[in-house]
């Protein structure tokens, strides 16, 4: 008995091919041709082909200078980043401690302080009270405390002399770091506080300096007002020995103990 084998292989690969063709006019592109083309002749226009490259490139340049521009933008938001940061180093605490020290050695003045008050006081009380009629003891007294205000003004300008001179070392730091911080600044608003805090430490410099010269002047001005004061004490002393009087009277006198 015989049988005969289907013939399916030669229906798939006609179905196939019949599938690829019309795949391949479903992919072909669509031009867009004069009626005269059909008729056998596709017509090619190089004007307006010239036309559409001029058209591209002018596009492709617009799009770069479009990029170039938003680059251009990217970077001043970054530059206007950089000016906006803020110094992450400040000198304010150590030099409020220079002025502090220094403060605290001027309120630390012996007598005769650093007072408009007290200074009228006490320039009443060991200065300006000599008469004839005062005694021998007080005459003494007040020259012994005319003599300690002149000295304790003195030891009190060296003092703050020694002061000032120890806050060299921490303002000699900070003036180190404030430059290197200036220097390595990434905008203009770090560079502006680093020289602000420069500005501010000169002014502590500054401060220093006026608590020197006030204490030099504080120990000048008690010095000279002894001298004028036992000049008058002299003089005073002197029309004391000359008044006439009782004249001399003996008395005993007790010498080496």
């Known amino acids: 008995m015989t049988y005969k084998l289907p013939r399916f292989p030669r229906m798939v690969s006609a179905s196939a091919l019949a599938l690829a063709l ?17 008729f056998g002749r596709i017509v090619y226009d190089p004007t307006n082909h010239a036309e559409n490259l001029l ?5 492709l340049e617009q799009i770069n200078n479009q990029i170039v ?7 001043m938001l970054i530059n206007q980043a950089r000016n906006l940061a803020s110094l992450p180093y400040s000198s304010l605490q150590a030099l409020q401690q220079n002025v502090s020290r ?18 009228d006081q006490m320039f009443q009380q060991d200065y300006g009270n000599l008469s004839l009629a005062t005694t021998d003891q007080r005459l003494i007294a007040d020259a012994r405390s005319r003599w300690e205000n002149t000295v304790g ?15 060299i070392d921490s303002n000699r730091a900070e003036m180190s770091a404030l430059v290197g911080e200036s220097q390595g600044a990434t905008g203009a608003l770090q560079a502006t506080q680093a020289g602000n805090q420069l500005l501010a430490l000169q002014s502590q410099q500054l401060s220093d300096l006026i608590a020197v010269i006030s204490a030099n002047g504080r120990a000048n001005a008690l010095t000279e007002a ?3 004061t036992a000049a008058e004490q002299g003089r005073i002393q002197r029309e004391r020995f000359l008044t006439p009087g009782s004249g001399y009277q003996p008395g005993n006198a007790q010498m080496f103990n």
Do not use: Y
């Not at 003004?153 to 806050?167: F, I, K, S, T």
């Open 55 to 59: 058209t591209a490139a002018r596009t």
């Open 102 to 119: 220094t403060q605290q050695l001027l309120g630390q003045a012996q007598n005769i302080a650093f007072d408009v008050q007290n200074i």
């Open 22 to 38: 019309a795949a391949s006019l479903a992919l072909a592109p669509v031009f867009t041709t004069p009626a005269h083309a059909f």
């Open 69 to 75: 521009q938003l680059q251009n933008e990217a970077q």
């Open 226 to 228: 002894e001298r004028a």
């Open 153 to 167: 003004g003195l030891q009190d300008a060296m003092r703050v002399q020694a002061g000032v001179v120890g806050n």
